[in-house]
């Protein structure tokens, strides 16, 4: 079984509308990354969250960790055909050194 | 610009044939890893390594090998024991023992094995 849970698998949006994506563990996340990738090349870096109820935002993009650091949240706002990709969700679920581990990502395509 | 190298971006081997990957990062990181990410899957740890000369197995670690003799490599060898070797490889690197410094990839190799 998977330790962290993405959903929706994937997604289709319309340009221009918001959406989410979330990422849940049964575990405490110590530090909580969000990435981006696109099919076939390397996972972008888009934000790391470490506390409980931090948020943190750049450009359209927003990122939330819950206050028990088990459940995050990835919010797009007027998506852009430039936001479509895989994004996923990396943990670090204190086992001595930064090990990572990954949720199975999300698919998003933006619709013209 | 600093960064992480993977080479070849394609490769492609007969079944029952040794292959190495390459990884070579600039951003003086202490920490490497491998990763190998199946449709459907997420990425899976293979090998880390925290510093030159030492490295540690990681979920699925089985039918693979590495090495650290420099600190910005971190090459990557599938043997003809691991049994299911077609997959997209993801290299990384990062400052180390820190919840503040985010693992930064490559941009990975596939591997084709026929």
């Known amino acids: 079984s998977q330790e962290l849970e993405q959903s929706p698998q994937s997604l289709i949006v319309q340009e221009g509308k918001n959406l989410t994506i979330n990422c849940t563990s049964s575990k405490t996340l110590y530090g909580l990354y969000w990435y981006k990738q696109k099919y076939g090349e390397g996972l972008i870096f888009l934000m790391m969250?470490?506390?409980?109820?931090e948020e943190k935002s750049h450009e359209k993009i927003t990122a939330k960790l819950d206050e028990k650091k088990q459940q995050s949240s990835l919010h797009i706002t007027a998506s852009q055909p430039s936001h479509a990709g895989i994004y996923l969700c990396g943990a670090d679920l204190n086992t001595g050194f930064q090990k990572l581990v990954f949720g199975t990502g999300t698919r998003l395509l933006v619709s013209p | 610009d600093g960064g992480i190298t993977q080479s070849p971006k394609y490769l492609f081997r007969k079944e029952g044939q040794n292959v190495t990957l390459s990884c070579e990062q600039n951003l003086n990181h202490d920490a490497m890893y491998w990763y190998r990410q199946d449709p459907g899957q997420g990425l899976r740890l293979i090998y880390y390594s925290q510093i030159v000369n030492d490295f540690q197995k990681g979920d699925i670690a089985e039918g693979y090998s590495v090495s650290r003799e420099k600190k910005e490599s971190f090459p990557l060898t599938v043997t003809s024991a691991q049994k299911n070797p077609t997959a997209f490889y993801l290299c990384?690197?990062?400052?180390?023992?820190?919840?503040?410094?985010?693992?930064?990839f490559g941009n990975g190799t596939r591997l084709t094995v026929t």
């Open positions: 990384a690197s990062s400052g180390g023992y820190s919840y503040n410094s985010p693992l930064h």
């Open positions: 969250l470490q506390k409980g109820g």
